[in-house]
């Protein structure tokens, strides 16, 4: 039809063409190059360029030249060609005035796309987001999902995680008919760079429930080889190797060579997994020719595949591939071997900080196991300053501490170099890779609408199912409902965390730590997991000290045991079994007392520090904890951190800026706050009806804050943490814009002092969420504790800390002067102290 067209204008033109005719013989010439590609190669299809180049000249026409300039790019973008595909681009962009904005958008995309081609994300980004400026000023809905998703998969490939999820997040809110696929993988990949592995295996499922049955295998094994990785960061061995077979298959299948080697190392790392998994289990490090057998032969194929990628051109994926074979050859005991392969890598930069860290640990195992013990230190300690790096100047408490899973194994290193060279080495490396991930986020996000729209109609879903909600399928769907947009405010939340100003931190470090200790009287025990066994470094009297405990599976069941006790003693009437149920707490409490407290042989007030097995304890039911001040901290720097803001950790007098809120459906909550206020003085009102807005400023605000509403620790997402006033339930994730400056905080009801372990060591709910927004110390319970309890037990913590005491101090007291389940409040951060009047 082309052809025909031309040869018609041609007939029409006559010897002596008009302009007219020369501009329509213009135009087919450059749509009939792309056909000629199409049938039959690059060549004829350059000869119809210089034939539209040679009336573009002759014309000297702008608007001929750039959709010219847009058509060379096409076709060299096809065949390979990119630097030239680049060039037309760039020809077309400076003559954008040639397009309608319809066209202009569709140069964009193409830029945008070239780019991510060419590795030039930040032209990517600008054009993605010039793209999605135009789509949306047209309506065009595709376009502007297109547009907006490249964006946030641009800023990914810059680093910014935060920028990403809300480029994606604002295109998942269009309503489009484009194919989402490729979107849903994208957002996955994001996540799992985040560090937030179960919300990338969640949106991973959703996406291939939504694949067709038949078809889109490509799409399908990508999904496949996405969830291996994913499971394999979840320690979920079987299920990595098994995604990981699958997508390797279905490449196989496909003939997509490159794909398939992907897909094979991340099944050999899935393999290197389980046997180090079976030695470690073993306690005995190696066993038999069998474990070096396996992590041979993954070596064997892990050098074939660097051999397939090197052919295929691909210098990343081969330095992958060398990777894994060192990881195999240390394994099976030939560090020789590993560094030859370390050697060989080219160091080829994805800006992944997942792929830094793991090629950072890989090395560091490799030169311990060559004897070159002091490069792997530096290699370690400069990826802890990167992953720090990597978190630093977020407001998302889920982002800065989900990115501590990439860590995980250089942590776990670091900690294999230091136990040899003692408490002091321990101590450091404990400090490094907390700290790394211990500070305080920006503050000063902006006010958002869309945010405040659905936490709004959050807490009303949360509202009726408080209610009496008869119908059990409605109950079913308001829990759909409320995970829904659980699920959109923390995209949101994580889209605004990145416009905002880096919030200050007093820096400590770990000898001033060591001198505050000394100053307040104070001995510290850190409790980690070693080689099956529960160690600790203490620093006991000013002197470090290490020791090997016990078994921590011995542990951490002694630990289940006390927790579940302890809430059977406080919330159920168990008549004639409770004999039997406090026996069993105080017997477990008993063995941990003796094995993980008495060694240490302080009389003085403790500051513990603990790790996954033995957290959320209720340390004052241990018969050498009774009537102790202590304090559970994150780090030992945090816990003099909270201290250096006046006299060993003052912030205030008696009395100034108290603020107490009592929420609904707390009997003895309006007595408990009254005591409270008139144990401070000054007169200050109740806040009665309680509203989130006061509590927000009051938590805001230098002072101390008390509250005495039922909360809710959320296991599977801490943020939605709350605490029910009268207006509804505030969420952890609503002081993040404010933070929080208050020197103590009291919650005296539920068991909002818990929190939920991530990958990575890491850990987020109510309490340690206003600890990590500021707070200088919180007083809350792990386990429920009944309301007459509650408020004897606060309202003389609240006498003794108005007398001057510590609130460790206070804490301890009143809890040993009062029923036994109120061991379940925790002196949670750091210490506050009164000033004098």
């Given at each position: 039809?082309?052809?025909?067209?031309?040869?018609?204008?041609?007939?029409?033109?006559?010897?002596?063409?008009?302009?007219?005719?020369?501009?329509?013989?213009?135009?087919?010439?450059?749509?009939?190059?792309?056909?000629?590609?199409?049938?039959?190669?690059?060549?004829?299809?350059?000869?119809?360029?210089?034939?539209?180049?040679?009336?573009?000249?002759?014309?000297?026409?702008?608007?001929?030249?750039?959709?010219?300039?847009?058509?060379?790019?096409?076709?060299?973008?096809?065949?390979?060609?990119?630097?030239?595909?680049?060039?037309?681009?760039?020809?077309?962009?400076?003559?954008?005035?040639?397009?309608?904005?319809?066209?202009?958008?569709?140069?964009?995309?193409?830029?945008?796309?070239?780019?991510?081609?060419?590795?030039?994300?930040?032209?990517?980004?600008?054009?993605?987001?010039?793209?999605?400026?135009?789509?949306?000023?047209?309506?065009?809905?595709?376009?502007?999902?297109?547009?907006?998703?490249?964006?946030?998969?641009?800023?990914?490939?810059?680093?910014?995680?935060?920028?990403?999820?809300?480029?994606?997040?604002?295109?998942?809110?269009?309503?489009?008919?484009v194919f989402k696929g490729p979107a849903r993988l994208d957002r996955a990949?994001?996540?799992?760079?985040?560090?937030?592995?179960?919300e990338a295996v969640e949106a991973l499922h959703a996406g291939l429930a939504?694949?067709?049955?038949?078809?889109?295998?490509?799409?399908?094994?990508?999904?496949?080889?996405?969830?291996?990785?994913?499971?394999?960061?979840?320690?979920?061995?079987?299920?990595?190797?098994?995604?990981?077979?699958?997508?390797?298959?279905?490449?196989?299948?496909?003939?997509?060579?490159?794909?398939?080697?992907?897909?094979?190392?991340?099944?050999?790392?899935?393999?290197?997994?389980?046997?180090?998994?079976?030695?470690?289990?073993?306690?005995?490090?190696?066993?038999?020719?069998?474990?070096?057998?396996?992590?041979?032969?993954?070596?064997?194929?892990?050098?074939?595949?660097?051999?397939?990628?090197?052919?295929?051109?691909?210098?990343?994926?081969?330095?992958?591939?060398?990777?894994?074979?060192?990881?195999?050859?240390?394994?099976?005991?030939?560090?020789?071997?590993?560094?030859?392969?370390?050697?060989?890598?080219?160091?080829?930069?994805?800006?992944?900080?997942?792929?830094?860290?793991?090629?950072?640990?890989?090395?560091?195992?490799?030169?311990?196991?060559?004897?070159?013990?002091?490069?792997?230190?530096?290699?370690?300690?400069?990826?802890?300053?990167?992953?720090?790096?990597?978190?630093?100047?977020?407001?998302?408490?889920?982002?800065?501490?989900?990115?501590?899973?990439?860590?995980?194994?250089?942590?776990?290193?670091?900690?294999?170099?230091?136990?040899?060279?003692?408490?002091?080495?321990?101590?450091?490396?404990?400090?490094?890779?907390?700290?790394?991930?211990?500070?305080?986020?920006?503050?000063?996000?902006?006010?958002?609408?869309?945010?405040?729209?659905?936490?709004?109609?959050?807490?009303?879903?949360?509202?009726?199912?408080?209610?009496?909600?008869?119908?059990?399928?409605?109950?079913?769907?308001?829990?759909?409902?409320?995970?829904?947009?659980?699920?959109?405010?923390?995209?949101?939340?994580?889209?605004?965390?990145?416009?905002?100003?880096?919030?200050?931190?007093?820096?400590?470090?770990?000898?001033?730590?060591?001198?505050?200790?000394?100053?307040?009287?104070?001995?510290?025990?850190?409790?980690?997991?070693?080689?099956?066994?529960?160690?600790?470094?203490?620093?006991?009297?000013?002197?470090?000290?290490?020791?090997?405990?016990?078994?921590?599976?011995?542990?951490?069941?002694?630990?289940?045991?006390?927790?579940?006790?302890?809430?059977?003693?406080?919330?159920?009437?168990?008549?004639?079994?409770?004999?039997?149920?406090?026996?069993?707490?105080?017997?477990?409490?008993?063995?941990?007392?003796?094995?993980?407290?008495?060694?240490?042989?302080?009389?003085?007030?403790?500051?513990?520090?603990?790790?996954?097995?033995?957290?959320?304890?209720?340390?004052?039911?241990?018969?050498?904890?009774?009537?102790?001040?202590?304090?559970?901290?994150?780090?030992?720097?945090?816990?003099?951190?909270?201290?250096?803001?006046?006299?060993?950790?003052?912030?205030?007098?008696?009395?100034?800026?108290?603020?107490?809120?009592?929420?609904?459906?707390?009997?003895?909550?309006?007595?408990?706050?009254?005591?409270?206020?008139?144990?401070?003085?000054?007169?200050?009102?109740?806040?009665?009806?309680?509203?989130?807005?006061?509590?927000?400023?009051?938590?805001?605000?230098?002072?101390?804050?008390?509250?005495?509403?039922?909360?809710?620790?959320?296991?599977?997402?801490?943020?939605?943490?709350?605490?029910?006033?009268?207006?509804?339930?505030?969420?952890?994730?609503?002081?993040?814009?404010?933070?929080?400056?208050?020197?103590?905080?009291?919650?005296?009801?539920?068991?909002?002092?818990?929190?939920?372990?991530?990958?990575?060591?890491?850990?987020?709910?109510?309490?340690?969420?206003?600890?990590?927004?500021?707070?200088?110390?919180?007083?809350?319970?792990?386990?429920?504790?009944?309301?007459?309890?509650?408020?004897?037990?606060?309202?003389?913590?609240?006498?003794?800390?108005?007398?001057?005491?510590?609130?460790?101090?206070?804490?301890?007291?009143?809890?040993?002067?009062?029923?036994?389940?109120?061991?379940?409040?925790?002196?949670?951060?750091?210490?506050?102290?009164?000033?004098?009047?």
């Open positions: 039809m082309l052809t025909a067209a031309l040869e018609q204008i041609d007939r029409s033109a006559g010897g002596a063409p008009s302009r007219e005719h020369l501009e329509l013989r213009c135009r087919t010439l450059v749509t009939l190059a792309l056909t000629e590609l199409m049938l039959s190669g690059l060549e004829p299809a350059t000869t119809r360029l210089k034939e539209a180049e040679q009336i573009v000249v002759e014309l000297g026409d702008d608007v001929l030249r750039a959709r010219l300039e847009y058509q060379r790019a096409n076709i060299h973008g096809r065949v390979g060609d990119l630097a030239s595909a680049w060039a037309g681009l760039e020809g077309a962009v400076r003559r954008l005035d040639a397009f309608s904005e319809h066209e202009q958008c569709s140069v964009h995309l193409s830029r945008g796309m070239l780019a991510f081609e060419l590795l030039r994300p930040r032209e990517a980004l600008e054009s993605f987001g010039e793209a999605a400026r135009l789509a949306h000023a047209l309506g065009g809905v595709e376009q502007e999902f297109m547009a907006r998703h490249n964006e946030g998969y641009a800023a990914y490939l810059l680093g910014d995680l935060p920028r990403s999820l809300a480029g994606m997040a604002r295109a998942e809110e269009l309503e489009s008919d990949q994001v996540l799992l760079e985040a560090g937030l592995v179960k939504e694949l067709d049955r038949e078809g889109h295998d490509q799409m399908r094994a990508e999904f496949e080889l996405a969830l291996a990785r994913a499971h394999r960061l979840l320690g979920r061995v079987e299920l990595a190797a098994s995604a990981a077979a699958s997508a390797r298959e279905m490449y196989a299948r496909m003939g997509a060579k490159a794909w398939t080697v992907k897909a094979t190392l991340v099944e050999l790392l899935a393999d290197l997994d389980r046997e180090r998994r079976r030695r470690r289990d073993r306690h005995d490090g190696r066993d038999g020719r069998d474990g070096d057998d396996v992590a041979l032969a993954a070596a064997a194929t892990a050098d074939r595949l660097t051999d397939a990628a090197t052919q295929l051109g691909d210098a990343e994926l081969a330095d992958n591939a060398r990777v894994v074979a060192a990881q195999a050859l240390l394994l099976a005991g030939d560090p020789a071997g590993a560094n030859a392969r370390l050697l060989g890598l080219e160091r080829v930069s994805t800006g992944s900080l997942a792929d830094e860290l793991d090629s950072a640990v890989v090395t560091a195992m490799t030169l311990v196991a060559t004897g070159d013990i002091s490069p792997a230190r530096r290699i370690l300690a400069r990826a802890s300053r990167r992953l720090a790096a990597g978190q630093q100047g977020s407001a998302s408490l889920d982002l800065r501490t989900a990115r501590a899973v990439h860590g995980t194994r250089l942590a776990e290193l670091d900690l294999e170099l230091a136990v040899p060279r003692g408490s002091g080495a321990v101590l450091e490396a404990l400090e490094r890779w907390r700290s790394a991930t211990d500070r305080l986020p920006s503050l000063g996000r902006p006010v958002d609408d869309r945010l405040a729209a659905l936490t709004e109609h959050l807490r009303a879903v949360r509202g009726q199912l408080r209610g009496e909600v008869a119908d059990s399928d409605q109950v079913r769907e308001l829990h759909d409902q409320a995970s829904r947009l659980e699920r959109q405010i923390r995209d949101r939340d994580w889209a605004l965390s990145r416009s905002v100003d880096a919030a200050g931190a007093v820096h400590v470090g770990l000898r001033e730590a060591r001198e505050h200790l000394r100053r307040v009287d104070r001995d510290l025990v850190w409790f980690f997991r070693h080689r099956g066994r529960l160690c600790a470094v203490g620093v006991i009297g000013g002197r470090a000290t290490l020791r090997d405990l016990m078994p921590v599976d011995r542990a951490a069941e002694l630990a289940q045991r006390v927790r579940v006790d302890l809430r059977a003693a406080a919330t159920h009437h168990l008549g004639p079994l409770a004999g039997a149920v406090w026996s069993s707490l105080r017997s477990s409490a008993a063995e941990l007392d003796e094995a993980l407290v008495r060694p240490w042989r302080s009389d003085r007030g403790l500051v513990v520090v603990t790790c996954p097995e033995v957290s959320a304890l209720p340390w004052a039911v241990f018969p050498s904890m009774r009537g102790r001040p202590f304090t559970v901290a994150l780090s030992l720097t945090s816990f003099a951190r909270r201290g250096s803001g006046g006299d060993d950790g003052t912030r205030g007098a008696p009395g100034s800026g108290v603020h107490v809120t009592v929420g609904p459906g707390v009997p003895r909550g309006p007595a408990e706050g009254r005591a409270v206020l008139a144990t401070w003085g000054g007169g200050r009102p109740l806040a009665e009806p309680s509203r989130r807005e006061e509590l927000v400023a009051a938590l805001a605000r230098p002072g101390v804050v008390h509250v005495a509403a039922h909360g809710t620790h959320q296991a599977e997402s801490p943020l939605f943490s709350s605490l029910v006033l009268h207006d509804g339930p505030v969420f952890a994730h609503e002081l993040q814009p404010t933070g929080v400056r208050a020197d103590h905080v009291v919650l005296s009801a539920c068991d909002v002092g818990l929190a939920s372990a991530r990958p990575g060591h890491e850990s987020l709910g109510l309490a340690l969420s206003l600890l990590s927004l500021g707070a200088r110390s919180v007083v809350a319970a792990v386990a429920p504790v009944p309301d007459d309890v509650a408020a004897t037990t606060m309202t003389r913590h609240h006498r003794l800390l108005a007398s001057g005491l510590a609130s460790d101090e206070a804490l301890a007291r009143a809890v040993a002067e009062t029923d036994d389940v109120a061991a379940a409040f925790l002196d949670l951060g750091g210490r506050h102290v009164p000033v004098a009047p």
